[in-house]
């Protein structure tokens, strides 16, 4: 019998999260199939859990905390939460403070993927230790 590959662990930046989440019928609906059917693993730390629950609470959203809290119960249970070691990974230069714990995510939880629709990560792709990757090439990566 052959054993079910195990889910791809990958960091995905906020704003792909939220769109995934939000435009259940958009462009990342995909990226949120993969995390439902256990074929990627997102990868969580303490700041970008934190992230992610303060931008859903944005009133631009006009999202309930009832909304709030079904829209994490969708993902946070898929994701494996990663304590980020202090000191924390040596990260390449970032323009933007911000990008930082996700590139620290990435190298502590040995991710396989960055998945990003951010500009200043993208650009770190060559001289980072795992891809970075928009959500189109790693959604077509995904087959």
Known sequence: M???????????????????????????????????????????????AAELIRVLAYP???????????????YLPCCETVRIPD?????????????????????AGKAKALVTGDRDLLSLARGFACPNLSAERFIDSLG
């Open 2 to 48: 052959k054993r079910a590959a195990s889910p791809l662990p990958v960091v995905i930046d906020t704003n792909l999260v939220l769109s995934a989440l939000v435009f259940a019928e958009g462009r990342l609906t995909p990226l949120r199939q993969a995390w439902q059917a256990q074929r990627i693993r997102p990868l969580v730390s303490r700041v970008t």
């Open 60 to 74: 631009k959203f006009r999202l309930t905390p009832e909304e709030q809290r079904e829209l994490l119960a969708d």
């Open 87 to 107: 000191p924390p990974p040596k990260t390449p230069a970032c323009r933007d403070a911000f990008d930082v714990p996700f590139l620290q995510l990435a190298l």
